[in-house]
């Protein structure tokens, strides 16, 4: 996988909270991230994310159908 965790930690904290999955990957995806990175947030759950914590929480938990997010494991540690 090719991306800056640096790039997607920034575009996460850049988007307003509440935020929607559907809106989530929308903005995320005008903050420069790659089409893997929107295919990775495309496998979250669809909820409301109340936080850029949060959504870093699910990737970082890899929890069972993130599929190759699971590898990801400290990415935001």
Request: proline share 5%; no cysteine; net charge negative.
């Amino acid at each position: 996988m090719d991306f800056d965790p640096n790039l997607v930690k920034k575009a996460l904290d850049a988007v307003p909270y509440p935020i929607g999955k559907s809106h989530l990957i929308q903005l995320v995806g005008q903050h420069g991230v790659n089409e893997q990175v929107v295919g990775m947030l495309e496998l979250l759950p669809d909820k409301t994310f109340n936080s850029s914590a949060e959504v870093q929480e699910m990737i970082s938990k890899g929890s069972g159908n993130l599929g190759s997010m699971s590898n990801l494991g400290g990415l935001f540690k």
